[in-house]
């Protein structure tokens, strides 16, 4: 029980860091942004390249990650989700340029990369065994600082005045454009920061799992079943979700170990009958 607990919250940490991004976005443009998972996936090859190929230190790397999709999503946001959106009112035409952005993010990743499974030198050496848990020394590193990060962003959104300004916006978009906000400016701010936390996130896993040009995909349904889970567009419940669902996967691997890929599909039913009993999540309010 102590480890698939432990596992359980290593998980959680790692996918409430991908929700946070993709909720943040959501909730400032009420866009659904398909290609958080290529985002993630180009973190952690930017990782692989600047730590693992140019021998540079693991800090650097996550800094390169972050800043280069930090600034690929204040370039999204401002030369297409914007124009977008402002040509057209209908939904659709943001969910087909998201799902074009993914394709083209796919594309470029299997052009730079090629396809093959990429991995880095670990972080830190050695196993932690003790009190019926056995977890390498590095995952534990990698959930740590996932969690300092979570921590980092809400206590950023709360006190700080952009985070401020970035909650009104998302509570009420033209009340918080009628009381000074720059719209623009900080619906900008919020998609680099979904994407600097994807780009992170994928940084922290490529030490662990490695990346490929082809989990870009199923990255970005994790995310998506993460905010369904905890309500779109609310962090607390992107949070929720992440943890929820590193829980049921832990579980689920536990038990269902020999069957293999039978754990999803356990997981997708049960996200069924949830989402028929709470169709907005555990703290999401009905869209639109």
Known sequence: MEQVIANGLYLGAQYALIALGLTLIFALMNVLNFAHGQMYVLGGFITYTVYGQLGLPFVMALLASGVTLAVIGALMEKFLFRTVIRRSHREESTMLLAAATAFFFDAVILLLFGEKQRGVPKIVKGVFNNAGIIMPY?????GVLAIVFIAAFVLYMQYSRVGRAMRALAQDRVAAQLMGVRVDRYSMIGFAMGAMLAGVVGGLLVTITGVNSGIGGPISI????????????????????????GMMESVGLTVLREYGDVTYLVIFAALMVFLSIRPNGLMGKPWG
């Open 138 to 142: 590095d995952r534990m590193v990698v």
């Open 222 to 245: 994790k995310a998506f079943l993460m905010v369904m889970i905890g309500g779109a567009g609310v962090v607390g419940g992107a949070i929720a979700g992440g943890f929820i669902l």
